[in-house]
């Protein structure tokens, strides 16, 4: 019976550590950043891995990627299954990777055994998750479910100035097919939990019933030009400063909604022309908010954007609001939410719920089908950080959580 079988999971640990060899970090991570040259090396061992598997790849104009299995009634929207293979500047082994090869992991299964399915099956690797090198984070998979224009990302430019569309072209993955506009039956997300509950607990799936109320922006200060000793402090317009007090206030409303589990911090500070001697014509700092409950997210931004009126008062210079985004996991599919609860009791998983507190492409996707996403531990909750580490033991029984669930959803 189709539901006694399971992933090899020797295969998926040998493929995720085949991973680990491209794009490596200093101490023992990886550093596989959109549009260079290790997220073209990826991308094609990606694309062999799917070619050997009898998938056909298409890839779009922001380099999204999908991988289809045909189904016997292969003109249905594809079950579909994805994540992320880019990662931070100092990222894990993990982190999105996971979801990507299990994926691939779940075909190959299907194909081990013989099992056709009556809806097509599609695998993804989303662009630029991360934002670590072009911002916004999610801008890709955001695009696909019409949240940003494709040309506003496509045209977004890392801190030496080269677009995010030309890098893509540049290693050959800026692909023909328009962003969005397919039309998908369901999306399955599996990621790391990104926090220590699970690995604590030696709970194997979380399922995601939720997510946290997620705001960001980017805030440009401009101020002006001036000798660091002989202005005198009453005539100063200093950039940095402005920016500076924005920086501490952020991380003291954090601190203020703490015991609600708020968070709040500014994840990045530049400054313009930044050296010695000379006060900050400009800078720029980047926000980041995040709480269970949306009626206090929405008060915590309220805060901040009071604090960053004060600052400029105080530092005398002024500051505008840029770039702004905001997700959460509001419209996860309860059907598939039901789906994943019952796929794990039928195959004996324990499973803890839960609210996802990081932001993910299933967010987006979400938008424009039935979407789900689980968890599976990472050691003591370590993530964006080379640290970042799994145990196959605790890793395997979502994926076959996911193998099952997919499974069910193409052969209904």
Not at 79 to 88: A, C, K, M, P, W
Not at 311 to 333: L, Q, S, Y
Not at 353 to 378: N, R, W
């Amino acid at each position: 019976m189709t539901t006694e079988i399971r992933i090899d999971g020797e295969r998926l640990w040998q493929t995720l550590m085949r991973s680990a060899e491209i794009g490596p970090g200093k101490a023992g991570g990886l550093r596989r950043l959109v549009g260079t040259d290790e997220d073209k090396e990826i991308r094609d061992q990606f694309t062999e891995w799917c070619t050997e598997a009898g998938l056909t790849m298409s890839i779009d104009q922001l380099g999204n990627m999908f991988a289809r299995r045909a189904g016997t009634e292969d003109d249905l929207p594809p079950v579909t299954i994805g994540s992320h293979l880019d990662t931070q500047y100092a990222g894990g082994r993990f982190d999105g990777i996971l979801g990507v090869l299990a994926g691939l992991e779940v075909v190959r299964t299907l194909n081990d055994h013989a099992i056709e399915t009556r809806y097509p099956i599609e695998v993804i690797n989303w662009t630029n998750e991360e934002g670590a090198r072009f911002s916004p984070s999610m801008g890709p998979s955001g695009a696909f479910a019409g949240v940003f224009e494709a040309d506003f990302i496509a045209n977004r430019a890392d801190d030496d100035g080269f677009l995010q569309g030309e890098e893509l072209e540049r290693i050959g993955y800026r692909g023909p097919e328009p962003v969005g506009g397919r039309q998908l039956d369901s999306y399955f997300e599996l990621h790391i939990e990104q926090g220590p509950q699970l690995d604590a607990e030696r709970i194997p799936l979380g399922i995601v019933t939720g997510g946290y109320k997620s705001y960001g922006m980017h805030v440009d200060v401009r101020g002006r030009t001036a000798h660091a000793g002989p202005t005198p402090m009453n005539e100063r317009k200093d950039a940095l400063v402005g920016a500076s007090r924005v920086v501490v206030a952020v991380n003291d409303i954090g601190w203020k909604y703490h015991n609600t589990n708020g968070k709040t911090t500014c994840t990045r500070i530049v400054a313009w022309p930044n050296k010695p001697g000379i006060v900050s014509e400009w800078a720029q700092f980047s926000v980041d908010c995040r709480h269970p409950d949306r009626d206090m997210a929405a008060q915590m931004m309220a805060e901040i954007e009071q604090a960053i009126v004060e600052a400029a008062d105080k530092a005398n210079v002024e500051m505008e609001i840029g770039t702004r985004w905001e997700f959460d996991g509001a419209n996860f599919a309860p059907e598939l939410i039901d789906l994943m609860r019952k796929t794990a009791k039928d195959i004996g998983v324990p499973y803890k719920e839960m609210l996802s507190q990081a932001g993910h492409d299933a967010y987006h996707i979400a938008k424009v089908c039935p979407a789900t996403l689980i968890f599976s531990p990472c050691k003591d909750g370590i993530t964006h950080n080379e640290e970042e580490d799994a145990e196959l033991e605790l890793t395997e029984p979502a994926v076959n959580v996911l193998l099952q669930a997919v499974l069910a959803r193409a052969n209904r």
